[in-house]
C-alpha cells in the first residue's frame, strides 16, 4: 500500500466551526489531492496541489482551502462547517500527470460529520 | 464538464454469475481509469484503458474501451465473494491535472 495516512479517520464537529483534516504521505509523490465521496456523486474533486504551495481548485472547491507547506503534508481546512460538508473525504497521490494515465494512491478516508 | 455515467447502480448478484457493468459518457477521454473500493478503505487502481477498442484482461475481469474512447465496459466471469465491492471508473479532465469519477456501481456477490 502507497504510505499515505489521514487523520483524524473519524470526526463529529458542530455546525459553524473551523474543522482541518491532515494528509501525509511518505512516498514523496509531488501531486497530492483531496476528493470528498457522497452517494450518488461519485469522487469529487475538491482541492489539488501540484507541489509545495501550489495548489488550485477543483469542482466543488467552495467552503473549503488548502496547505502545502510540505512535500509530504496537504492539509484540507473548512473554515466554518456546514451540514451539507458532512461526507467521506479523500486523500490521493500521484507520482505523475493524469493525463498521462498517472494513477491516484488513495487513503483510506476521513468520516465527517457536521451537526 | 465531462461526465461519467455508470450502470447499473446497484447489483447483486449469486457467486458464479458473470455480469457486466458500464461507464458512459458524452465525452470523449484519451484514457479510463477503473478503481475498486472496498468498505471503509481508499480506492485501488484495477486497470487503465488507453487506446480506442483495446481489451485489457485481470483474471476474470475483462476490461473494454470504446472505439470513441467514449465509453467503458468492466465484464466479470463467475463472480465471487471477494468481488464485492463499489467500482468507480474515472477519466482524465481535459487540460488539467485530474481524474473525473463516475458515480460507481455497487457489487453485491452472495455466497
Known amino acids: 500500500d502507497a504510505g499515505i495516512t489521514q487523520s483524524p479517520r473519524h470526526k463529529v464537529t458542530e455546525t459553524g466551526t473551523p474543522v482541518t483534516l491532515r494528509c501525509h504521505q511518505t512516498e514523496n509523490h509531488r501531486y497530492m489531492y483531496w476528493y470528498r465521496q457522497d452517494p450518488g456523486h461519485g469522487l469529487r474533486l475538491i482541492h489539488y496541489?501540484?507541489?509545495?504551495?501550489?495548489?488550485d481548485k477543483g469542482e466543488v472547491s467552495d467552503g473549503y482551502s488548502v496547505s502545502r507547506s510540505k512535500t509530504e503534508d496537504f492539509l484540507l481546512t473548512l473554515e466554518s462547517a456546514t451540514s451539507s460538508q458532512t461526507s467521506v473525504y479523500f486523500c490521493?497521490?500521484?507520482?505523475?500527470?493524469?493525463?498521462?494515465?498517472?494513477?491516484?494512491?488513495f487513503g483510506n478516508g476521513t468520516r465527517l460529520t457536521v451537526t | 464538464t465531462q461526465l461519467l455515467e455508470q450502470s447499473p447502480q446497484f447489483l447483486s448478484i449469486q457467486e458464479g454469475e458473470n455480469l457486466t457493468v458500464y461507464c458512459n459518457s458524452s465525452?470523449?477521454?484519451?484514457?479510463l481509469q477503473w478503481y475498486r473500493q472496498e468498505p471503509g478503505e481508499g480506492p485501488v487502481l484495477l486497470v487503465t484503458?488507453?487506446?480506442?477498442?483495446e481489451v485489457k484482461k485481470l483474471k476474470r475481469l475483462t476490461f473494454q474501451f470504446g472505439d470513441a474512447r467514449k465509453d467503458s465496459s468492466l465484464h466479470i466471469t463467475a463472480a465471487q465473494p471477494g468481488d464485492t465491492g463499489l467500482y468507480l471508473c474515472a477519466g482524465p479532465q481535459t487540460g488539467a491535472n485530474n481524474l473525473f469519477f463516475g458515480t460507481g456501481t455497487r457489487l453485491t456477490v452472495i455466497p
Open positions: 490521493a497521490i500521484s507520482d505523475g500527470l493524469q493525463r498521462l494515465n498517472s494513477p491516484l494512491h
Open positions: 484503458v488507453v487506446t480506442g477498442g
Open positions: 496541489s501540484y507541489g509545495v504551495k501550489d495548489t
Open positions: 465525452s470523449v477521454f484519451s484514457s
